[in-house]
């Protein structure tokens, strides 16, 4: 028999399974060429795996896509490796990942070493002056679109309005969360436990206020934010801003805006926003170290959960449990982006970018890195005058 022409078949689709190699090419490609965000993302993966090379049925591959939803973690990196590991297994898997995150992250990586050389030059100051107003409107919008499919009843609007109490009074991210979760399990009429979700927030990395630099502390909390992150990878800033602004004051609001900024501007996983971070407070070092840490838990999860894909998702429980933490995470991204907001829009002019930019975005769907470079350019013109 000839090696090359049998490839074994994969039980869940009943498509051939293919070669890690061709795997790498797909996903580097993507990884390098993917702006917009994780919606923009998951069309090109379908595209791509459905349309032109078949690897997938749509019905498996909105099964993948279903399965990267129910669990923590950047969405569009984790259905990249639901991918990798239905096209070529487990070293699938892991290659998808791998090679969907790469690029972003050295090129962040650069980027990041630009910045803290050059970030204190004034043409450089105005131009991250220009983009922060326009991060803010990305994020508004995001708010938007996520708030009209979460808030579909009642009880989810409760939800989220209990944890933007919670979040002024200063109540830990998490412990909202969790309080979102359980809140919704007990609107749905669900009378199991939810202890284990409970312990899960208990074991929060909470560091201590003002607490010293450290690469293991670094990685620890990036590791416990890529481990909770449900729903939109917006949600990253109010962890973010919590740990990393608010207690530890390793980083301030405009390093955190231009950080988002950066994440923004480059293809791939907006996730990266963490290497940008590690460079800064860490080198190169720190930016492998945030790295590893925000996204360690979306291959261990994928790995777990793809036997049980179908069990979970079709759990009245899980789907309650979900309803509630995306509640939750929706006030987090309110609370935050009013925050921000603050610290980007700070007269007429930023003002007036903030406001073309959200027009842009929701009324004519402007790609977010075009009109980046435009806030940058009008302020740069603007504070260079």
């Not at 069309?43 to 909105?62: H, I, N, P, Y």
């Amino acid at each position: 028999m000839n090696r090359g022409t049998a490839e074994p078949q994969n039980r869940e689709t009943g498509i051939p399974r293919g070669r890690v190699n061709e795997v790498a090419r797909l996903f580097l490609r993507l990884g390098a060429s993917s702006f917009g965000g994780p919606a923009a993302h998951i069309a090109l993966m379908q595209d791509e795996v459905v349309r032109k090379r078949g690897w997938l049925s749509t019905a498996s591959f909105l099964d993948a896509l279903s399965a990267s939803n129910v669990i923590p973690g950047p969405n569009s990196t984790e259905l990249a490796m639901h991918v990798g590991h239905q096209r070529a297994g487990a070293r699938g898997l892991i290659v998808a990942g791998v090679c969907f995150i790469l690029p972003s992250a050295l090129l962040v990586c650069a980027l990041a070493a630009g910045y803290a050389r050059y970030a204190s030059v004034p043409d450089v100051g105005h131009i991250f002056y220009g983009i922060k107003p326009v991060v803010i409107a990305i994020v508004a919008v995001a708010v938007w679109t996520l708030g009209r499919t979460t808030m579909t009843a009642v009880a989810p609007a409760l939800v989220a309005a209990g944890a933007l109490v919670l979040l002024a009074a200063g109540v830990h991210e998490l412990f909202v969360l969790a309080v979102s979760g359980a809140a919704a399990l007990v609107a749905s009429g669900t009378r199991q436990s939810f202890g284990a979700f409970a312990v899960s927030a208990l074991a929060t990395v909470a560091p201590a206020s003002g607490a010293s630099f450290s690469l293991g502390l670094m990685f620890l909390l990036f590791l416990k934010t890529g481990a909770v992150l449900f729903g939109s990878g917006y949600v990253l800033l109010a962890f973010l801003r919590a740990d990393f602004v608010e207690r530890l004051g390793w980083l301030t609001e405009q390093q955190l805006l231009d950080a988002i900024a950066v994440g923004q501007l480059t293809p791939g996983p907006v996730s990266t926003t963490a290497t940008f971070i590690g460079y800064l407070l860490g080198g190169p070092f720190g930016a492998l170290v945030a790295t590893v840490g925000i996204f360690m838990p979306a291959f261990v999860f994928v790995a777990l959960t793809r036997p049980l894909v179908d069990r979970v998702r079709r759990s009245a429980r899980m789907a309650a449990l979900l309803d509630g933490i995306n509640a939750g995470s929706l006030a987090m991204m309110v609370f935050v982006l009013a925050q921000l907001a603050r610290s980007a829009v700070v007269d007429g002019l930023t003002l007036a970018i903030a406001i073309v930019a959200l027009l842009a975005i929701a009324r004519f769907r402007v790609n977010s890195v075009w009109l980046m470079a435009g806030g940058a350019a009008v302020a740069w013109i603007a504070r260079s005058s």
